[in-house]
T-cell receptor, first 114, second 113 residues
Framework: SQTIHQWPATLVQPVGSPLSLECTVEGTSNPNLYWYRQAAGRGLQLLFYSVGIGQISSEVPQNLSASRPQDRQFILSSKKLLLSDSGFYLC?????????????FGPGTRLTVL | AQSVTQLGSHVSVSEGALVLLRCNYSSSVPPYLFWYVQYPNQGLQLLLKYTSAATLVKGINGFEAEFKKSETSFHLTKPSAHMSDAAEYFCAVSDQAGTALIFGKGTTLSVSS
């Protein structure tokens, strides 16, 4: 069966510090991968998605970036965090064939920027 | 552009009562529709999905939803609420497999004894 991991689970960072959140998927090959942010009052918003290694599409202009160095690894980064980057970050994956239409979510990372 | 409207940010029911969470969507093509549930500080768990098969979709934990194209609705129901159903529920839509999900703002369900 497939599982998705995210770490860290929680993170408190000062404004201006760098960020690296990691997401890995097990039990599937060549998944589509997604980063969403859930912020108070702004609902769930797609940040990035990837259909393969090195292929990243950005949905919202911001100071965040994403990378996919391996097939089942998706990383969200920032060089300098802003207060507005606080939120709950969710990684998701979808598979190929009949499962492409369904996204499965990880446990999330709670980021607080102070 | 696609959009999803969830009517009612908060719904309160008594244990054993009917649960009805409303979702309306706009899409220019036959959509993929989903309901997810989120418990505090956890990720989203898929409840059920509609992908152009049967219009009445059964999901986990006794939930079901009916796709009504004429009303552009995909309301979520459960005949009898349980305390463990208290959570936030999200309706989502996409018009193409593998693309971004567009989420509604969510409905918080409270269940009282």
């Amino acid at each position: 069966s497939q599982t998705i991991h995210q770490w860290p689970a929680t993170l408190v960072q000062p404004v201006g510090s760098p960020l690296s959140l990691e997401c890995t998927v097990e039990g599937t090959s060549n998944p589509n991968l997604y980063w969403y942010r859930q912020a108070a009052g702004r609902g769930l918003q797609l940040l990035f998605y990837s259909v393969g290694i090195g292929q990243i599409s950005s949905e919202v202009p911001q100071n965040l970036s994403a990378s996919r160095p391996q097939d089942r690894q998706f990383i969200l980064s920032s060089k300098k965090l802003l207060l507005s980057d606080s939120g709950f970050y969710l990684c998701a994956w979808s598979g190929g064939g009949a499962q492409t239409d369904t996204q499965y979510f990880g446990p999330g990372t709670r980021l607080t920027v102070l | 552009a696609q959009s999803v409207t969830q009517l009612g940010s908060h719904v309160s029911v008594s244990e054993g009562a009917l649960v009805l969470l409303r979702c309306n969507y706009s899409s220019s093509v036959p959509p993929y529709l989903f309901w997810y549930v989120q418990y505090p500080n956890q990720g989203l768990q898929l409840l059920l999905k509609y992908t152009s098969a049967a219009t009445l979709v059964k999901g986990i934990n006794g939930f079901e939803a009916e796709f009504k194209k004429s009303e552009t609705s995909f309301h979520l129901t459960k005949p009898s609420a349980h305390m463990s159903d208290a959570a936030e529920y999200f309706c989502a839509v996409s018009d193409q497999a593998g693309t971004a999900l567009i989420f509604g703002k969510g409905t918080t369900l409270s269940v009282s004894s």
